[in-house]
Protein backbone atom coordinates (compact mmCIF):
# COMPACT_ATOMS: atom_id res chain seq x y z
CA UNK A 1 0.00 0.00 0.00
CA UNK A 2 1.52 3.59 -0.90
CA UNK A 3 1.87 5.70 2.03
CA UNK A 4 0.53 9.37 1.84
CA UNK A 5 3.25 11.79 1.51
CA UNK A 6 2.17 14.08 4.51
CA UNK A 7 0.95 13.28 8.02
CA UNK A 8 -0.84 15.13 10.61
CA UNK A 9 1.94 16.40 13.08
CA UNK A 10 0.43 17.63 16.41
CA UNK A 11 2.07 21.03 17.64
CA UNK A 12 2.99 21.18 21.73
CA UNK A 13 0.27 23.50 22.30
CA UNK A 14 -2.53 20.41 21.92
CA UNK A 15 -5.20 20.68 25.06
CA UNK A 16 -6.04 16.83 24.75
CA UNK A 17 -10.07 17.65 23.98
CA UNK A 18 -9.85 14.14 21.84
CA UNK A 19 -11.62 16.63 19.14
CA UNK A 20 -9.11 14.53 16.15
CA UNK A 21 -9.90 11.20 17.80
CA UNK A 22 -13.31 11.25 17.09
CA UNK A 23 -12.88 12.70 13.18
CA UNK A 24 -10.18 10.47 12.53
CA UNK A 25 -11.44 7.69 9.72
CA UNK A 26 -8.08 5.76 10.33
CA UNK A 27 -7.87 5.62 14.37
CA UNK A 28 -4.28 6.95 14.00
CA UNK A 29 -5.00 9.34 16.62
CA UNK A 30 -4.61 8.71 20.45
CA UNK A 31 -4.90 11.00 23.11
CA UNK A 32 -1.44 9.88 25.41
CA UNK A 33 -2.10 9.83 29.09
CA UNK A 34 -4.36 12.77 28.61
CA UNK A 35 -1.59 15.20 28.02
CA UNK A 36 -1.60 15.47 24.13
CA UNK A 37 -2.53 13.56 21.02
CA UNK A 38 -0.28 11.36 19.18
CA UNK A 39 -0.30 10.39 15.42
CA UNK A 40 0.77 6.49 14.36
CA UNK A 41 2.44 7.54 11.36
CA UNK A 42 1.88 4.38 9.98
CA UNK A 43 -1.73 4.78 9.64
CA UNK A 44 -2.09 8.57 9.32
CA UNK A 45 -3.40 9.11 5.49
CA UNK A 46 -3.31 12.92 5.76
CA UNK A 47 -6.52 13.42 5.48
CA UNK A 48 -5.94 16.33 7.17
CA UNK A 49 -9.59 15.83 8.66
CA UNK A 50 -8.44 16.28 12.15
CA UNK A 51 -6.34 19.38 11.26
CA UNK A 52 -9.83 21.11 10.19
CA UNK A 53 -11.57 19.95 13.26
CA UNK A 54 -8.89 20.91 16.02
CA UNK A 55 -10.62 23.70 17.82
CA UNK A 56 -6.58 25.22 19.14
CA UNK A 57 -5.50 24.56 15.74
CA UNK A 58 -2.07 22.87 16.57
CA UNK A 59 -2.27 20.53 13.90
CA UNK A 60 -0.18 20.67 10.81
CA UNK A 61 0.27 18.14 7.45
CA UNK A 62 4.15 17.68 7.67
CA UNK A 63 6.24 15.85 4.93
CA UNK A 64 6.16 11.84 6.20
CA UNK A 65 9.44 11.37 8.32
CA UNK A 66 10.21 14.74 9.06
CA UNK A 67 9.24 15.01 12.28
CA UNK A 68 12.60 14.61 14.07
CA UNK A 69 14.00 16.52 11.64
CA UNK A 70 13.90 20.07 10.42
CA UNK A 71 9.95 20.79 10.20
CA UNK A 72 8.51 20.95 7.03
CA UNK A 73 5.13 22.60 6.60
CA UNK A 74 2.90 21.75 3.43
CA UNK B 1 -18.93 6.34 9.94
CA UNK B 2 -18.20 5.52 13.58
CA UNK B 3 -20.75 3.45 15.44
CA UNK B 4 -22.42 5.10 17.95
CA UNK B 5 -22.34 4.55 21.82
CA UNK B 6 -23.98 5.54 24.50
CA UNK B 7 -21.93 8.55 25.26
CA UNK B 8 -22.42 9.80 22.25
CA UNK B 9 -25.88 11.35 23.60
CA UNK B 10 -24.91 12.91 26.59
CA UNK B 11 -25.35 15.93 25.06
CA UNK B 12 -29.26 15.45 26.08
CA UNK B 13 -28.10 15.13 29.59
CA UNK B 14 -26.64 18.73 29.01
CA UNK B 15 -29.76 20.02 27.49
CA UNK B 16 -31.73 18.27 30.32
CA UNK B 17 -29.71 20.11 32.90
CA UNK B 18 -30.17 23.69 31.45
CA UNK B 19 -33.87 23.38 30.92
CA UNK B 20 -34.15 21.51 34.59
CA UNK B 21 -32.34 24.59 36.17
CA UNK B 22 -34.34 26.90 34.31
CA UNK B 23 -37.17 25.33 35.63
CA UNK B 24 -36.06 24.84 39.39
CA UNK B 25 -33.02 26.43 40.41
CA UNK B 26 -32.55 23.41 42.35
CA UNK B 27 -31.80 21.36 39.69
CA UNK B 28 -28.33 23.40 39.62
CA UNK B 29 -26.91 21.17 42.46
CA UNK B 30 -26.65 18.19 39.39
CA UNK B 31 -23.94 20.25 37.75
CA UNK B 32 -21.34 19.39 40.39
CA UNK B 33 -21.45 16.00 38.74
CA UNK B 34 -20.03 17.75 35.63
CA UNK B 35 -17.41 19.40 38.17
CA UNK B 36 -16.53 16.32 40.16
CA UNK B 37 -16.46 13.37 37.11
CA UNK B 38 -14.13 14.82 34.86
CA UNK B 39 -11.56 15.88 38.22
CA UNK B 40 -12.18 12.33 40.06
CA UNK B 41 -11.38 10.20 36.46
CA UNK B 42 -8.22 12.07 35.99
CA UNK B 43 -6.89 11.69 39.79
CA UNK B 44 -7.64 8.46 39.27
CA UNK B 45 -5.70 7.49 36.05
CA UNK B 46 -8.46 7.85 33.42
CA UNK B 47 -7.02 10.81 31.68
CA UNK B 48 -9.14 13.10 29.79
CA UNK B 49 -11.37 10.43 29.22
CA UNK B 50 -14.31 12.85 30.47
CA UNK B 51 -13.13 15.18 27.80
CA UNK B 52 -12.61 12.91 24.86
CA UNK B 53 -15.88 11.00 25.41
CA UNK B 54 -18.04 11.89 28.10
CA UNK B 55 -18.55 15.69 28.07
CA UNK B 56 -21.96 16.79 27.41
CA UNK B 57 -21.08 20.40 26.48
CA UNK B 58 -18.36 19.43 23.57
CA UNK B 59 -21.24 17.29 22.26
CA UNK B 60 -23.58 19.97 22.30
CA UNK B 61 -21.62 22.81 20.61
CA UNK B 62 -20.34 20.29 18.40
CA UNK B 63 -23.40 19.41 17.28
CA UNK B 64 -24.62 23.19 17.39
CA UNK B 65 -21.40 24.06 15.45
CA UNK B 66 -20.92 21.32 13.25
CA UNK B 67 -24.31 19.58 12.42
CA UNK B 68 -26.08 23.11 12.25
CA UNK B 69 -23.65 25.05 10.96
CA UNK B 70 -23.92 27.13 13.55
CA UNK B 71 -20.25 28.21 13.45
CA UNK B 72 -17.80 30.59 11.48
CA UNK B 73 -15.48 27.53 11.10
CA UNK B 74 -12.23 29.58 11.49
CA UNK B 75 -9.25 28.88 13.62
CA UNK B 76 -9.29 30.58 16.73
CA UNK B 77 -6.47 33.27 17.80
CA UNK B 78 -3.45 32.02 19.03
CA UNK B 79 -3.66 33.25 22.80
CA UNK B 80 -6.58 31.10 23.46
CA UNK B 81 -4.23 28.33 23.35
CA UNK B 82 -1.44 29.37 24.70
CA UNK B 83 -0.63 28.58 28.76
CA UNK B 84 -1.17 31.89 30.04
CA UNK B 85 -4.30 32.59 28.88
CA UNK B 86 -6.01 29.00 29.91
CA UNK B 87 -4.29 28.81 33.48
CA UNK B 88 -5.05 32.51 33.45
CA UNK B 89 -8.77 31.98 33.02
CA UNK B 90 -8.88 28.98 35.14
CA UNK B 91 -7.80 30.88 38.15
CA UNK B 92 -10.13 33.59 37.32
CA UNK B 93 -12.92 30.82 37.15
CA UNK B 94 -11.73 29.14 40.44
CA UNK B 95 -11.61 32.78 41.91
CA UNK B 96 -15.18 33.15 41.09
CA UNK B 97 -16.40 30.22 42.33
CA UNK B 98 -14.58 29.97 45.54
CA UNK B 99 -16.16 33.91 45.39
CA UNK B 100 -19.85 31.88 45.07
CA UNK B 101 -19.20 29.80 48.12
CA UNK B 102 -18.01 32.37 50.11
CA UNK B 103 -21.62 34.56 49.55
CA UNK B 104 -23.04 30.91 50.26
CA UNK B 105 -20.81 30.73 53.69
CA UNK B 106 -22.48 34.24 54.09
CA UNK B 107 -26.18 33.20 53.65
CA UNK B 108 -25.51 29.90 55.86
CA UNK B 109 -24.59 32.38 58.88
CA UNK B 110 -27.46 34.46 58.37
CA UNK B 111 -27.43 37.35 55.66
CA UNK B 112 -30.09 37.44 53.52
CA UNK B 113 -30.64 34.96 50.25
CA UNK B 114 -29.56 36.87 47.19
CA UNK B 115 -32.35 35.24 44.48
CA UNK B 116 -30.65 36.15 41.59
CA UNK B 117 -28.43 34.65 38.82
CA UNK B 118 -25.18 36.31 37.91
CA UNK B 119 -24.00 35.64 34.20
CA UNK B 120 -20.82 36.71 33.10
CA UNK B 121 -20.10 37.47 36.27
CA UNK B 122 -21.18 40.59 35.80
CA UNK B 123 -25.06 41.09 35.08
CA UNK B 124 -27.46 40.16 38.00
CA UNK B 125 -30.82 38.19 36.50
CA UNK B 126 -33.17 38.46 38.89
CA UNK B 127 -34.62 35.30 39.46
CA UNK B 128 -37.02 35.78 42.03
CA UNK B 129 -39.75 33.32 40.31
CA UNK B 130 -37.61 30.37 41.78
CA UNK B 131 -39.87 28.15 44.50
CA UNK B 132 -36.66 27.55 47.05
CA UNK B 133 -38.65 27.62 50.07
CA UNK B 134 -38.35 23.76 51.17
CA UNK B 135 -34.65 24.19 51.27
CA UNK B 136 -32.61 25.98 53.61
CA UNK B 137 -31.35 29.69 52.33
CA UNK B 138 -27.66 28.50 51.68
CA UNK B 139 -28.74 25.58 49.65
CA UNK B 140 -30.82 27.60 47.23
CA UNK B 141 -28.05 30.28 47.31
CA UNK B 142 -25.53 27.66 46.09
CA UNK B 143 -28.17 26.89 43.71
CA UNK B 144 -27.91 30.37 42.32
CA UNK B 145 -24.61 30.86 42.37
CA UNK B 146 -24.09 27.35 40.70
CA UNK B 147 -26.14 27.99 37.77
CA UNK B 148 -24.88 32.07 37.06
CA UNK B 149 -21.67 30.09 36.75
CA UNK B 150 -23.07 27.40 34.47
CA UNK B 151 -24.66 29.74 32.04
CA UNK B 152 -21.74 31.52 32.06
CA UNK B 153 -20.15 29.00 30.79
CA UNK B 154 -22.65 27.99 28.41
CA UNK B 155 -22.44 31.78 26.77
CA UNK B 156 -19.07 31.49 26.32
CA UNK B 157 -18.60 28.45 24.47
CA UNK B 158 -21.78 29.37 22.33
CA UNK B 159 -19.63 32.81 21.35
CA UNK B 160 -16.84 30.99 20.53
CA UNK B 161 -18.79 28.29 19.20
CA UNK B 162 -20.21 30.86 16.39
CA UNK B 163 -16.67 32.81 16.13
CA UNK B 164 -14.41 29.84 15.77
CA UNK B 165 -14.60 26.55 15.47
CA UNK B 166 -17.31 24.28 17.12
CA UNK B 167 -15.11 22.68 20.12
CA UNK B 168 -13.21 26.17 20.98
CA UNK B 169 -14.43 26.40 24.25
CA UNK B 170 -12.35 22.89 24.68
CA UNK B 171 -9.28 25.09 24.46
CA UNK B 172 -9.75 26.67 27.56
CA UNK B 173 -12.22 25.43 29.50
CA UNK B 174 -11.15 25.21 32.94
CA UNK B 175 -12.60 22.25 33.50
CA UNK B 176 -10.21 20.39 30.18
CA UNK B 177 -7.28 22.70 31.68
CA UNK B 178 -7.24 21.62 34.92
CA UNK B 179 -7.22 17.62 34.27
CA UNK B 180 -4.46 18.30 31.55
CA UNK B 181 -2.46 19.69 34.43
CA UNK B 182 -3.87 16.67 36.74
CA UNK B 183 -2.44 14.04 34.28
CA UNK B 184 1.15 16.34 33.54
CA UNK B 185 1.36 16.10 37.23
CA UNK B 186 0.88 12.01 37.37
CA UNK B 187 2.03 11.08 34.05
CA UNK B 188 4.57 14.18 32.81
CA UNK B 189 7.21 11.86 33.25
CA UNK B 190 5.97 8.53 31.85
CA UNK B 191 5.35 10.82 28.26
CA UNK B 192 8.68 11.91 28.31
CA UNK B 193 9.54 8.54 28.99
CA UNK B 194 7.35 7.30 26.13
CA UNK B 195 8.97 9.58 23.78
CA UNK B 196 8.26 13.14 24.09
CA UNK B 197 7.23 15.80 26.70
CA UNK B 198 4.43 18.23 26.43
CA UNK B 199 6.87 20.47 25.53
CA UNK B 200 8.17 19.66 22.58
CA UNK B 201 6.73 17.98 19.64
CA UNK B 202 4.43 15.34 19.95
CA UNK B 203 2.82 14.52 16.59
CA UNK B 204 4.93 11.18 15.61
CA UNK B 205 5.04 7.40 16.51
CA UNK B 206 8.80 6.77 15.51
CA UNK B 207 9.62 7.78 19.79
CA UNK B 208 6.29 6.44 21.19
CA UNK B 209 6.37 3.11 21.07
CA UNK B 210 3.66 2.20 19.43
Keep these: MNKSPNIAHIGSECVACGCCVLVCPKDAIHIAFGITAQVDEEKCVGCKKCSKECPADVITMMKRGMHSEKKEMV | ?210
Design chain 2, 1 to 210: MKKKKWYNYLWIAELLYLILGLTNILFAWLGMLFFTIPLLIAIFGGGKAYCNRYCGKGQLIGILGTKLKLSRNAPPPKFLRSNWFRYGFLTFFMIMFFLMLYSTYNVFAGAPLQEAVTLLWVFKLPWQWAEVSMVAPWFAQFAFGFFGIMLTSTILELITMVLFRPKSWCVYCPMGTMTQGICKLRHGKELKAYGRTSQNDCGTSETSGQ
